[in-house]
């Protein structure tokens, strides 16, 4: 079977390099910017989906992590709909 899988992919800047990180396989990459911290960390989730399907454990991680098809792709029922930095005043 072949199916997209939709994935998170959160980017975070430290000084000069980008880390990019997809919650749903634990996956991180760090990269010179949020382009090749994005590719590299999608390249890895491919490779770990392909090293599960090599040892017959695909449908059973997917299932495990809560993966269910909605409208013909694969997506955690928990799925990240906002995100922000927001400033609080904290008094010293």
Do not use: H, N, W
């Amino acid at each position: 079977m072949i199916a997209d899988l939709a994935v998170t992919v959160l980017v975070y800047r430290s000084g000069g390099t980008f880390r990019a990180e997809c919650p749903e396989f634990e996956i991180i990459a760090i990269a010179g910017s949020v382009r090749d911290a994005k590719e590299e960390v999608l390249r890895l989730v491919r490779r770990r989906l392909a090293e599960l399907a090599e040892e017959g454990d695909l449908d059973g991680f997917l299932a495990g992590a809560g993966f269910v098809v909605d409208s013909g792709v694969l997506r955690t029922e928990d799925r990240l709909v906002s995100a922000s930095e927001d400033i609080v005043t904290v008094q010293f």
